[in-house]
Every structure is written in C-alpha cells, then in structure tokens.
C-alpha cells in the first residue's frame, strides 16, 4: 500500500467522520461529495474503473445536485432570517402577477 | 355468445353487482346493514379549557428537570446507551471486517471456478474484451434487466410523490414559474458560459462509454448518468425552453419504454434458445472491434438511454415537480 493510498483512505475516514458531525446540512452534502470524489480514485487504484466511472458520476455529480435541490427547497441553505425575505419578495411578486 | 339483457335484468345479475362494487360507485353495506348516524363530537369551552390546561401542565411537569427524575434518568440512560450502541455496532463490523480473507490473496474463497471460467473463456463466448461487461450483459444480463426495472419503477415512484397538479389556480402555470424562480437563478452568465463549453464534451464522452462499453471500462450505466450529469447541467443553466424542445415526458416515457421492451426482447431470445448462447445466430464479430459481441452494443444502448433519462426526471421532478 503506497503512502498515497494511505492519505486517501484517511481522507476517507475523516470525511466520513466530518459529514456525520457536521452541524450545517449543505456541509454534509459537500462533505459526502468529496467523499465520493476521494472514493471514486480509490475505485481506480483498486483496478475497477468501471465502478469509477460510475461513481464519480452517480456519488458526486447527480446525488449532490439532488440534495442540493432538497435542501433548496426546504429553505436549509441560507439563514432564516434571508429565507423570511425571500418568502416575502416570494408573495409580493405572486400578489403583483394576480392583480 | 353473450346476450343482451334488458337494464332491469341486468341490474339482478352478480356480474353488475362485481362491476359496481369495484367502481366504488355502490356501498354494499348500505341499505343492508344495520347503522346508527353518527352524532357529531360535542364539546363546550368549559372542557376544552380544562383539556388545554391539562396538556400544559403536563409540559411543564413532563419537562421540569429539577423535581422530575425519570426524565434526568432517562436523558443519562439514552447517552449511555446511544454510546454503547455505536460501540457495539463499530466493534461488530470491525470484527467482520477481520475475519475477511487478505487483499488479494490467491485462495480466497471468491477466486473459484466460476470466475476462472469467466476469466478464461469469457472473451471467447461473449466477444466482447471487457470481461465485466461480457458477465453483466450477457451472463448475468437477467439480473441487469432487474436493474433497469429498478431504475423504471424509482422513477415511478418519484413521479407519484413529487409531480405537482399543474392546474393550481387560474394562472397556474405563471404560478409554477414564480415558483421556480425563486429556487433557481436564470440567466447567470458564468454558469451559462461553462455549460456552453461542458455540455458538448461531457454528452460526447457519455455516448462514447456507452459504445465503448464492451471494449473498454464503462458501459451502460456509467455512461448513462454521465449524459443525465450533462443534461443536468444544460438544463440547470439554460432553463426548460430550451430542453423541452428536445425532452418532454412524452418523449422520456417513450424511450424508456422502447429501451425497456428492445432489452426485453432481446434477451428473451436469448433465454429462448436456451440461454447458453452456444446456439446463438447473432455473429460475434472480432474481438476489439466496435461492431462486435453480439447484442452486448445493443443492451449497452438500452441501458444508457434508460438511465440518462431516469437521471433527468429525477432532477425535473425535485426541481418542479413536473414538465
């Protein structure tokens, strides 16, 4: 095992550690995606390049894009205080459109 | 034969009966069971007074930490426990882990004569140079079909929880837009100038795994969800106009449902000639080239279509819920 798998395999651990303790969910996302980034070149030190591909597709592109988009929608990305706003200039703009 | 009978008739028959219980459009219970109307729940303000002050008092007892000492246990007795849990679980798995035989030891129990034979004979029954798809798509490509099922029906059932009525109000198309602006930024030139370079490259290099996928690493899959990656990205800057020019849900219904059925088909040809492929017309061309390995092109082709959709729709529906 080569010095360079071993940062990877510790960068994997600490990844995995971090998103699960992470306070903020849009860290946890970023963290989960690293985490499969770091996963897919283990994949292709390992011999399974296939498997990288599809990781690296699948683990870090569409499945962050999909939490992203979760957490957009769930209002979790900005503060609180910004989502209120938004909500606001959200009604505003709908009761312009209606009238 | 089947004769007509008069509706009055008719109406007497069991048949008629079936049909209308199973529309729901007749109670069989009704008019033959006996039932007492419902009375309607009664309450004063004088008991919904009381009822209100007693859930409060309840709160507070429930949550006073000084005089309630079941609660204090409890909160000790969850840590110690959701610790002791962890512990027990990392401790289970790492002993699992270790009886596991070395990394990439000769007579571990998985280099058998299953993946011998795959190893050695693999090129020469699939034709296709990439030993792991010559076994997904061809040995093992019933259980590939089941994948793509799995895929078809997560769709389906993303459809059912997310898709959003799209007659909301009078303007409620004007409604959905709104809606989506506020999620999405439009018009964002740094993002539109990347995909304008990305887009091109990443579907190229999607559609080339798909057809590479039996010469080299890749298939299918992977070169599905990198052209619903590029999709993705495309839409994500570009808006809807631009992909519903190309990709409605008229035309991912209809491709999955052509991928599907050509997978189908295919394979059970296949299964029908005994599912051995010794007695299989299809020629199996040189190994290396691209019009080669029989129908392992085609199902690669099949899958990818499938998956690049499926990706899409997933976007689509999390984004808004609809075309």
Known sequence: MTVFTCILFLFLIVCAVAASLSKSLLNTVLIFMSYSLVMSIIWVILEAPDLAITEAAVGAGVTTVLFVLTLKKIHAIMGAQAAEKEAEGELEYRRRRNS | ?323
């Open chain 2, 1 to 323: 034969m089947s004769r007509k009978l008069p509706p009055e008739q008719y109406e007497k028959t069991i048949s008629y009966k079936l049909k209308t219980w199973l529309d729901g459009s007749r109670d069989p219970y009704v008019g033959n069971l006996e039932m007492k109307p419902q009375s309607l729940r009664q309450e004063d303000e004088a008991t919904q007074k009381r009822f209100r002050e007693d859930k409060k008092r309840v709160r507070a007892r429930a949550y006073d930490m000084e005089h309630n000492r079941d609660m204090v246990l409890f909160k000790k007795l969850y840590r110690a426990f959701s610790l002791l849990f962890c512990v027990l679980l990392v401790t289970m798995l790492l002993i699992g882990v270790a009886d596991l035989p070395p990394f990439g030891e000769a007579d571990k129990p998985v280099n058998n004569e299953v993946s011998q034979r795959y190893i050695e004979k693999g090129l020469q029954e699939t034709g296709a140079v990439n030993i792991v798809t010559g076994m997904i798509l061809d040995y093992r490509a019933f259980d590939t079909l089941g994948e793509s099922h799995v895929l078809f029906i997560a769709t389906c059932t993303v459809l059912i929880l997310l898709r959003v009525d799209q007659k909301m109000g009078k303007n409620g198309e004007e409604e959905a837009e709104a809606n989506d602006r506020a999620y999405e930024p439009k018009n964002d030139v740094i993002l539109q100038t990347a995909a304008r370079l990305l887009v091109p490259f990443i579907i190229i290099f999607g559609i080339y795994i798909i057809l590479c996928g039996h010469l080299g690493p890749g298939g299918g899959f992977s070169g599905g969800a990198v052209i619903g990656a590029g999709l993705i990205l495309y839409v994500s800057a570009f808006g809807f106009e631009k992909t519903e020019r190309f990709f409605t849900a008229k035309t991912y219904r209809r491709m999955s449902f052509g991928a599907l059925a050509c997978y189908c088909l295919s394979k059970t040809y296949s299964f029908y000639t005994g599912a051995n492929h010794i007695e299989s017309v299809i020629p199996l061309g040189t190994p290396g080239a691209i019009l080669s390995s029989g129908l392992i092109l085609l199902l690669n082709i099949c899958v990818g279509v499938v998956v690049a959709g499926t990706m899409y729709t997933f976007y689509v529906m999390f984004r808004k819920g609809g075309y």
